[in-house]
């Protein structure tokens, strides 16, 4: 930090649907902070935050950036985060180490699919929050209808403290119905005058709305409203934060930050109103042994170290970057820490400042700092980092499960291993990208949350890593699973030369609710066989089940219950029980009832009425399930769950479709059992 004074920080990332503006406002922020010096442009492949190649070709947001800046004295350090559903992870590690955020809405569409998406990620990690209603000089912007959209589809209590003046190409300003001046921008500058006239009834109106929302969160906001006295500036200020920081009220702007309109007001917003690291509760972590302990530790530099990684990238001259949030303590270069999930000590040798793909090295951070380390070896997505003597471990992260793969293979025998290792380094960086080798082929599968998603993997595999490959077709990531219950015993009991060989275990596999994830539960009497057997067999039934009997596709949602041990002798042979262990869950499977599963996506089609009939016939062709068409603004609204399997380049023929003026949103809902045909096409 530039300031030692840690209420003067403000860790926020920016969070929208795609083509919301979120680059374009970070942008503006970083010019009018004076970051930068010439604004750069999404479309024309120049934003500051949009470094990566396949970024600037597509035009939009794939990976996080963090960038520090500063604003009247204040350090804001800002993460850009993607808007596409297929790169929700960075959103979600992002959103995990934050103190706030800006919600960008496009004023046209109001809250669109992807925004209820990351919203809902913001209040999981309880994320105080302010909006930015933006695209107000668009035609068909309506602040109202946006402002109404975010009260009835998202959670939480928005509070407008902000009045346009002109809407469309007449949009010109703003009315700030805290101090009661119009801001009117004039080119790159603005000018603080009187309210026009001919909007100041409703500029009164919309004041009066804003003091009644702070009145119900604020005692002495509300005692003065009763009275009919007026409220003065810096209590309604003073409530206003309070409850931002409290997730109470979420205060709502508008502009243009295409055409550098809005982007101060939302500046002061920010550090008036978004949380400084210690307005935010104490950080809770458990304790690194067995007992699990509940610990605390206050965001301050006094405090022990602790530190969480939330993000790796790879780096053409340190090898690996390891972002970080610093929750107490101070890290300097050289520093020992353990990590607490493989209780290995780790030298944290160099830290940087990250400026989008730019680093500033610094000599320590502290509590309260988005940093960049380099030096740890074996560290992932969600490790904890912390002093040695006061061990601590944050909740890690968690990742959804990749829907779609492909097969690729390398070109030569030269690329063969570069890919794997370039593999491994894109595996360590996206947590929602996977690999797998097919048994039946030997071709290499990569797995990812869509299309694009596996696109982006490919195409940093070639111009990254300079890796050869050809790239088969993406196919669907089924699953298997089990109905019903079934009771499985397995013996082994051999003679391997002089040594006679003895394990069983029984076993009974339980369906689980669909999206649960595969448990374990140890039925067996305590002190039968070593703890650590029990571990073993528990790493080896679950491990069983990543292969199904119908298709070779993962079994998921099923409980594995260890009801019996059986042993000779006390002969605890910790091979002879791992086969048997898997020769049980796998026979289990052949004896009992199972079915594939195919992923089904939740689909939002936004279309001109010209078009929706065209848009439901090809639905229906796909074999989706249309629940309703609605309205938004001048767009219909097409709801739809759809088979992944029949969605493949859907977004070519959309286009086709409707003359390129129809988008979609699709995204990953829950598992559905396949029809007798589909299951005969695939097990043919």
Same mark, same amino acid.
């Given at each position: 930090?530039?300031? *030692?004074?840690?209420?003067?920080?403000?860790?926020?990332?920016?969070?929208?649907?795609?083509?919301?503006?979120?680059?374009?406002?970070? =942008? $503006?922020?970083?010019?009018?902070?004076?970051?930068?010096?010439?604004?750069?442009?999404?479309?024309?492949?120049?934003?500051?935050?949009?470094?990566?190649?396949?970024?600037? +070709?597509?035009?939009?947001?794939?990976?996080?950036?963090?960038?520090?800046?500063?604003?009247?004295?204040?350090?804001?350090?800002?993460?850009?985060?993607?808007?596409?559903?297929?790169?929700?992870?960075?959103?979600?590690?992002?959103?995990?180490?934050?103190?706030?955020?800006?919600?960008?809405?496009?004023?046209?569409?109001?809250?669109?699919?992807?925004?209820?998406?990351?919203?809902?990620?913001?209040? !999981?990690?309880?994320?105080?929050? &302010?909006?930015?209603?933006? !695209?107000?000089?668009?035609?068909?912007?309506?602040?109202?209808?946006?402002?109404?959209?975010?009260?009835?589809?998202?959670?939480?209590?928005?509070?407008? &403290?902000?009045?346009?003046?002109?809407?469309?190409?007449?949009?010109?300003?703003?009315?700030?119905? /805290?101090?009661?001046?119009?801001?009117?921008?004039?080119? #790159?500058?603005? /000018? *603080?005058?009187?309210?026009?006239?001919?909007?100041?009834?409703?500029?009164?109106?919309?004041?009066?709305?804003? &003091?009644?929302?702070?009145?119900?969160?604020?005692?002495?906001?509300?005692?003065?409203?009763?009275?009919?006295? =007026?409220?003065?500036?810096?209590?309604?200020?003073?409530?206003?934060?309070?409850?931002?920081?409290?997730?109470?009220?979420?205060?709502?702007?508008?502009?243009?930050?295409?055409?550098?309109?809005?982007?101060?007001?939302?500046?002061?917003?920010?550090?008036?109103?978004?949380?400084?690291?210690?307005? &935010?509760?104490?950080?809770?972590?458990?304790?690194?042994?067995?007992?699990?302990?509940?610990?605390?530790?206050?965001?301050?530099?006094?405090?022990?170290?602790?530190?969480?990684?939330?993000?790796?990238?790879?780096?053409?001259?340190?090898?690996?970057?390891?972002?970080?949030?610093?929750?107490?303590?101070?890290?300097?270069?050289?520093?020992?820490?353990?990590?607490?999930?493989?209780?290995?000590?780790?030298?944290?040798?160099?830290?940087?400042?990250?400026?989008?793909?730019?680093?500033?090295?610094? @000599? =320590?951070?502290?509590?309260?700092?988005?940093?960049?380390?380099?030096?740890?070896?074996?560290?992932?997505?969600?490790?904890?980092?912390?002093?040695?003597?006061?061990?601590? $471990?944050? #909740?890690?992260?968690?990742?959804?499960?990749?829907?779609?793969?492909?097969?690729? +293979?390398?070109?030569?025998?030269?690329?063969?291993?570069?890919?794997?290792?370039?593999?491994?380094?894109?595996?360590?960086?996206?947590?929602?990208?996977?690999?797998?080798?097919?048994? #039946?082929?030997?071709?290499?599968?990569?797995?990812?949350?869509?299309?694009?998603?596996?696109?982006?993997?490919?195409? $940093?595999?070639?111009?990254?890593?300079?890796?050869?490959?050809?790239?088969?077709?993406?196919?669907?990531?089924?699953?298997?699973?089990?109905?019903?219950?079934?009771?499985?015993?397995?013996?082994?009991?051999?003679?391997?030369?002089?040594?006679?060989?003895?394990?069983?275990?029984?076993?009974?596999?339980?369906?689980?609710?669909?999206?649960?994830?595969?448990?374990?539960?140890?039925?067996?009497?305590?002190?039968?066989?070593?703890?650590?057997?029990?571990?073993?067999? @528990?790493?080896?039934? /679950?491990?069983?089940?990543?292969?199904?009997?119908?298709?070779?596709?993962?079994?998921?949602?099923? @409980?594995?219950?260890?009801?019996?041990?059986?042993?000779?002798?006390?002969?605890?042979?910790?091979?002879?029980?791992?086969?048997?262990?898997?020769?049980?869950?796998?026979?289990?499977?052949?004896?009992?009832?199972?079915?594939?599963?195919?992923?089904?996506?939740?689909?939002?089609?936004?279309?001109? *009425?010209?078009?929706?009939?065209?848009?439901?016939?090809?639905?229906?062709?796909?074999?989706?399930?249309?629940?309703?068409?609605?309205?938004?603004?001048?767009?219909?609204?097409?709801?739809?769950?759809?088979?992944?399997?029949?969605?493949?380049?859907?977004?070519?023929?959309? $286009?086709?479709?409707?003359?390129?003026?129809?988008?979609?949103?699709?995204?990953?809902?829950?598992?559905?059992?396949?029809? !007798?045909?589909?299951?005969?096409?695939?097990?043919?």
């Amino acid at each position: 930090m530039s300031s *030692e004074d840690v209420t003067k920080l403000r860790n926020i990332g920016i969070m929208a649907h795609i083509d919301a503006g979120k680059t374009t406002t970070t =942008e $503006r922020i970083l010019y009018y902070t004076g970051k930068i010096h010439k604004l750069g442009e999404v479309h024309e492949g120049t934003a500051t935050m949009d470094w990566m190649p396949q970024e600037q +070709e597509r035009g939009i947001t794939i990976t996080s950036a963090a960038i520090l800046c500063q604003w009247k004295g204040y350090d804001i350090s800002i993460i850009d985060t993607p808007g596409h559903v297929d790169f929700t992870i960075e959103v979600e590690r992002s959103l995990r180490v934050l103190d706030g955020a800006i919600a960008v809405f496009d004023a046209v569409h109001g809250v669109e699919p992807q925004t209820e998406t990351v919203w809902r990620q913001a209040d !999981k990690h309880n994320i105080p929050r &302010i909006c930015f209603i933006n !695209k107000m000089d668009r035609v068909g912007a309506d602040f109202e209808a946006s402002f109404e959209s975010i009260v009835s589809s998202l959670s939480g209590s928005p509070v407008a &403290i902000q009045h346009p003046i002109g809407f469309e190409d007449g949009f010109s300003g703003v009315v700030d119905l /805290l101090t009661m001046k119009a801001i009117v921008w004039e080119s #790159e500058g603005f /000018l *603080e005058v009187e309210i026009p006239s001919q909007i100041l009834d409703d500029a009164m109106l919309a004041r009066e709305m804003m &003091i009644e929302r702070i009145a119900e969160a604020s005692d002495d906001v509300m005692e003065l409203f009763l009275e009919g006295k =007026e409220v003065p500036l810096e209590l309604l200020k003073k409530a206003l934060r309070a409850a931002t920081c409290a997730n109470k009220l979420i205060p709502v702007l508008c502009g243009s930050a295409f055409k550098n309109k809005g982007i101060q007001p939302l500046l002061d917003a920010v550090i008036a109103y978004l949380p400084s690291p210690i307005d &935010i509760p104490l950080v809770e972590g458990l304790s690194a042994d067995d007992k699990e302990e509940t610990l605390i530790r206050k965001r301050v530099a006094s405090e022990p170290l602790s530190l969480l990684a939330f993000k790796l990238a790879s780096d053409p001259f340190l090898g690996q970057l390891i972002y970080v949030r610093l929750y107490s303590g101070v890290l300097t270069s050289g520093q020992i820490a353990l990590n607490t999930r493989t209780g290995k000590k780790e030298r944290v040798q160099k830290i940087f400042r990250m400026e989008a793909n730019q680093r500033k090295e610094i @000599k =320590e951070a502290k509590a309260g700092d988005i940093a960049a380390i380099c030096g740890p070896k074996e560290i992932a997505t969600g490790d904890t980092l912390c002093d040695i003597k006061h061990p601590i $471990r944050f #909740e890690t992260v968690s990742f959804p499960q990749p829907v779609i793969y492909l097969a690729i +293979e390398p070109k030569s025998s030269e690329d063969s291993e570069k890919m794997m290792k370039a593999l491994d380094r894109l595996k360590q960086e996206d947590p929602s990208f996977d690999t797998k080798e097919d048994r #039946e082929t030997g071709q290499t599968l990569i797995w990812g949350m869509g299309e694009l998603h596996l696109e982006i993997m490919v195409d $940093r595999l070639k111009t990254d890593f300079s890796v050869g490959v050809n790239v088969g077709v993406p196919q669907v990531a089924y699953r298997e699973t089990l109905e019903g219950t079934v009771k499985q015993k397995e013996v082994i009991d051999r003679q391997v030369g002089q040594a006679k060989q003895f394990a069983g275990v029984v076993i009974e596999l339980e369906s689980l609710q669909e999206g649960i994830e595969n448990v374990f539960e140890d039925h067996t009497k305590a002190g039968t066989c070593p703890e650590s057997l029990k571990s073993l067999l @528990k790493t080896s039934l /679950l491990g069983a089940l990543s292969a199904g009997p119908i298709a070779g596709f993962p079994v998921i949602s099923v @409980k594995v219950k260890l009801l019996e041990i059986l042993v000779e002798q006390n002969n605890f042979d910790p091979v002879c029980f791992q086969m048997a262990a898997s020769l049980a869950v796998r026979n289990a499977l052949f004896t009992g009832k199972t079915s594939l599963q195919e992923p089904v996506m939740k689909l939002e089609v936004l279309v001109p *009425e010209d078009y929706t009939s065209n848009v439901m016939m090809d639905l229906s062709s796909r074999k989706a399930k249309v629940n309703q068409v609605s309205y938004k603004g001048h767009l219909q609204v097409v709801d739809a769950h759809a088979p992944l399997a029949g969605m493949f380049g859907y977004s070519t023929e959309l $286009r086709s479709l409707s003359q390129g003026r129809a988008t979609y949103t699709m995204t990953f809902d829950h598992y559905e059992t396949v029809s !007798k045909k589909t299951l005969e096409q695939i097990k043919g």
